[in-house]
């Protein structure tokens, strides 16, 4: 499934030398187009290379630029940021709101550790959930 490309205001151009070596998979607390409205605004401050949801996949941010997912600058500047429209208070995997989602998600995650887009091979990486990411600090600078 082809990416839907969303322009947006947040994010940091390049990566300050740092390599990529891993992909945090968030959830959206909300729809897919919600992610779009949200993070279009750049009074939120905040992004992802990636948003996978009813059925679609956009991409927000190239990969070869720093998305602000993770609410910790190295990771951010480290690590590829895919959110997926699954709040865990929606039905559970399987049934028809995330069955849509989990297909794209992982053909998306496959596809950027492979054949990354932004040129560089990322393997090995490591796949992480939010919850690994360590205390807040300053996302973007």
């Known amino acids: 499934m082809a990416a839907v490309q969303v322009s947006l205001p947040n994010f940091t151009e390049g ?20 992610a779009d409205t949200t993070f279009s605004d750049p009074n939120s401050g905040v992004s992802a290379h990636y948003g996978i949801g009813e059925g679609e996949i956009h991409q927000f941010v190239d990969e070869a630029n720093t998305a602000w997912h993770a609410g910790d600058w190295n990771f951010n500047l480290r690590s ?31 596809d950027v550790v492979v054949h990354s887009r932004s040129g560089v091979r990322l393997w090995p990486v490591k796949v992480a959930p939010t919850s690994c ?5 300053q996302s973007h600078r």
């Open 133 to 137: 990411i360590p205390g807040p600090s």
């Open 15 to 34: 990566r300050e030398g740092t390599a990529v070596d891993r992909i945090v998979i968030h959830y959206i607390v909300g729809t897919l187009a919600a």
């Open 80 to 110: 590829i940021g895919i959110e997926h429209s699954a709040d865990p208070s929606r039905t559970r995997a399987g049934t028809t709101s995330q069955a849509k989602w989990v297909p794209g998600s992982a053909a998306t995650t496959s």
